[in-house]
């Protein structure tokens, strides 16, 4: 058995941690599993708590001790002045209660700082090994795991089935970690790839005895994600994941999932990304998150088209796309003989760029849906309208392959005539309808 690599200690400064901790955004909860597993990668929050200002000051402690690798008695009394200054009173032992915060953020930010490492040093180490701790506290489960090799990411540049849902921690308290070799180390220590992984799921269900999750056996409830690739492409691990899930848990987890502050962090990260892309003056091959197929979509689509399976419910923008989805050959131009090349009439194509940046929220805020027969698309209509005669419409393009994994992608953003969408030979009304501006 070879040696087990030593658990990086919290208290050693650690800059993608670091990293990780601080772009979290502060949201308030009653239980840790309102949020979806991929989505605490990007919220931070406190199970109980209904004060912002409490969250803000408990989440600023945990980022100090991080950076200065302070201990949990320094944070232990950073806990208490927050409690009283609040008036929070909470359930559990202190000492439990702020052992489970400190050490669960530090660990997930430990371990989703070493993936972004792995993924910058793919070319030289492409290799994972799962490593538990070695000791008698590990978890049956987790030791079965201990030594399975597979590489970080798949043929198609995605990350790894196994590492997708068993990247560690796999749950509360978990200390596994994650050993990375290259083909030359491979070799020299006489190692080579375990078996394709054939896991087993189990069913979660509440006190009703209604069904409400589903998850590795071995896995926690809320761990099953690589909080690594949540921190870098949380979107898109969250998309994977609630496609997974059993048909009847996908709407209710869908909705419930998607808070507030994680929607403000796609919206963010979308204007960023459209920046950079006109900036740099060329796509790169990337890709990004810019919302999901909500409860209504997807039971629409299953009512409809249940021949038509999601990969994934995250809808993505390609960098390759932008010129298509705001070019100026969505304008009526006029050609040599001064007359337009649009029909008489025709509408006006082009989005204004207010509504670009707002994106994600049109996707999520539609009046109705429909399949484009022909092209097999999706057509969102968001609420409003252009020029007071037609309306905007996002065609989306489902189960593409993007750098992030499968997502369905807007192929085209435009806009239409109330009256040509309501042709049913052209279009199947899947949800709501258009109102007439």
């Known amino acids: 058995?070879?040696?087990?690599?030593?658990?990086?200690?919290?208290?050693?400064?650690?800059?993608?941690?670091?990293?990780?901790?601080?772009?979290?955004?502060?949201?308030?909860?009653?239980?840790?599993?309102?949020?979806?597993?991929?989505?605490?990668?990007?919220?931070?929050?406190?199970?109980?708590?209904?004060?912002?200002?409490?969250?803000n000051d408990i989440h600023t402690s945990l980022k100090n001790a991080l950076a200065n690798g302070t201990t949990i008695t320094q944070f232990r009394k950073d806990f208490d002045a927050a409690v009283q200054k609040h008036g929070w009173t909470y359930k559990g032992k202190r000492g439990w209660r702020t052992s489970v915060i400190f050490n669960t953020n530090m660990r997930t930010a430990h371990m989703a700082g070493r993936w972004k490492q792995i993924v910058a040093n793919l070319d030289n180490q492409p290799y994972l090994q799962y490593r538990t701790a070695g000791d008698a506290r590990v978890r049956p489960q987790h030791r079965q795991w201990n030594g399975l090799i597979f590489p970080a990411h798949d043929k198609n540049g995605a990350t790894h089935p196994f590492w997708q849902t068993h990247y560690p921690p796999n749950g509360w308290g978990c200390r596994c970690t994650v050993r990375a070799f290259s083909q030359?180390?491979?070799t020299e220590k006489a190692l080579a790839l375990s078996p394709k992984f054939e896991?087993?799921?189990?069913?979660?269900?509440?006190?009703?005895?209604?069904?409400?999750?589903?998850?590795?056996?071995g896995i926690d409830p809320g761990w099953d994600h690589n909080v690594g690739q949540?921190?870098?492409?949380?979107?898109?691990?969250?998309?994977?994941?609630?496609?997974?899930?059993?048909?009847?848990?996908q709407g209710p987890l869908i909705d419930k999932t998607i808070s507030p502050a994680f929607?403000?962090?796609?919206?963010?990260?979308?204007?960023?990304?459209?920046?950079a892309t006109k900036a740099a003056g060329q796509a790169k091959g990337d890709?990004?998150?810019?919302?999901?197929l909500d409860s209504g979509i997807v039971n629409a689509v299953a009512a409809s088209k249940p021949e038509l399976e999601f990969k994934s419910f995250a809808v993505a923008v390609r960098d390759a796309r932008f010129d298509h989805l705001e070019g100026d050959h969505k304008k009526a131009r006029p050609d040599a003989k001064g007359k337009g090349r649009r029909a008489k009439g025709a509408p006006q194509q082009i989005w204004p760029s207010e509504w670009m940046d707002?994106?994600?929220e049109h996707l999520r805020n539609y009046q109705a849906v429909f399949w484009d027969i022909r092209r097999a698309t999706l057509i969102v209509v968001p609420q409003g309208s252009f020029h007071g005669v037609t309306v905007p419409k996002i065609t989306i393009r489902p189960n593409q392959g993007t750098r992030q994994g499968p997502s369905s992608t807007v192929i085209a953003l435009g806009s239409a005539r109330p009256a040509d969408l309501n042709n049913p030979v052209e279009y199947q009304l899947l949800l709501g309808r258009v109102i007439e501006p």
Do not use: C
Request: aromatic share 8%.
């Open 1 to 55: 058995m070879p040696d087990m690599p030593a658990v990086r200690p919290f208290g050693v400064q650690f800059g993608e941690a670091i990293d990780f901790l601080k772009g979290k955004l502060s949201e308030t909860s009653q239980k840790w599993d309102d949020l979806a597993g991929p989505v605490h990668a990007k919220v931070f929050t406190i199970a109980g708590t209904t004060n912002i200002d409490l969250v």
């Open 184 to 186: 030359a180390e491979m």
């Open 199 to 217: 896991g087993k799921t189990r069913t979660l269900t509440g006190k009703d005895g209604a069904v409400k999750d589903a998850v590795p056996v």
């Open 230 to 249: 949540s921190w870098i492409a949380p979107e898109a691990a969250l998309g994977q994941k609630l496609a997974a899930l059993p048909r009847p848990l």
């Open 263 to 275: 929607e403000a962090v796609m919206s963010t990260n979308f204007k960023a990304f459209r920046a």
């Open 287 to 292: 890709s990004q998150i810019v919302g999901f």
């Open 358 to 360: 707002s994106l994600p």
